[in-house]
């Protein structure tokens, strides 16, 4: 079973960046797509970002393109997540995951994190 720890995510404002970490607990991350998904208060759990096991393929949500960037390190066993130009209704817990198939429905990763808050003020 692979455990997955995110972190980074704080108080920030309107403008402003972070740059969330996941750090996975096994060697075979390198086999797994890795998400980004994020729950507001009251809302479903949406995709985010995903990207592809080598890192050489990237897919993003309207609402992150252009100002969310995910990456990856296979030698750490982690991914990031950039996040750039924070609005307000950025605001959720951003979770990290794992998939076989990289798919952007929450139904096709696997494992989870435990979430990391973002909250933005304008």
């Known amino acids: 079973q692979v455990q997955l720890v995110e972190s980074g995510g704080g108080l920030v404002q309107a403008g402003g960046s972070l740059r969330l970490s996941c750090v996975a607990s096994e060697r075979t991350f390198s086999w797994y797509y890795m998400g980004w998904f994020r729950q507001a208060p009251g809302k479903e759990r949406e995709f985010v970002a995903r990207i592809s096991r080598s890192g050489g393929s990237t897919y993003y949500a309207d609402s992150a393109k252009g100002r969310f960037t995910i990456s990856r390190d296979n030698a750490e066993n982690t991914v990031y997540l950039q996040m750039n130009s924070l609005q307000p209704e950025d605001t959720a817990v951003y979770y990290c995951?794992?998939?076989?198939?990289?798919?952007?429905?929450?139904?096709?990763?696997?494992?989870w994190g435990q979430g990391t808050q973002v909250t933005v003020s304008s």
């Open positions: 995951a794992t998939s076989w198939a990289g798919g952007y429905s929450p139904g096709q990763y696997n494992y």
